[in-house]
Nanobody, 114 residues
Framework: VQLQASGGGPVQAGGSLRLSCAASISIYRLNAVGWYRQAPGKQRDLVASITSDGNRSYADSVKGRFTISRDSAKNAVYLQMNSLSPEDTAVYYC?????????WGQGTLVTVSS
């Protein structure tokens, strides 16, 4: 499975970005697809995920600001990020899980300036 992440870039605090993750297979063949992020010097943490049956979960730090969604026709999962703050600056990685494997896409850098 290949995952192609895109949509990162520079943004000012309070702004919005939408990240996209395009999968090489139907996302319904995956148990879950999610987004992780890793800030400089920190561990990689889960930001949001969506399961094959549509259950969504979010890190406490992004609840109410970020929304994960999917488009099955495009085999894509999106992360809408609103009210961004400098603390959201990180490399964001798309992640997918099947029953046997974990897949990672390349990261996309989000830089939020104050």
């Amino acid at each position: 499975v290949q995952l192609q992440a895109s949509g990162g870039g520079p943004v000012q605090a309070g702004g919005s970005l939408r990240l996209s993750c395009a999968a090489s297979i139907s996302i319904y063949r995956l148990n879950a697809v999610g987004w992780y992020r890793q800030a400089p010097g920190k561990q990689r943490d889960l930001v949001a995920s969506i399961t094959s049956d549509g259950n969504r979960s979010y890190a406490d730090s992004v609840k109410g600001r970020f929304t994960i969604s999917r488009d099955s026709a495009k085999n894509a999962v999106y992360l809408q990020m609103n009210s961004l703050s400098p603390e959201d600056t990180a490399v964001y990685y798309c992640n997918a899980r099947s029953s046997s494997y974990v897949y990672w896409g390349q990261g996309t850098l989000v830089t939020v300036s104050s």
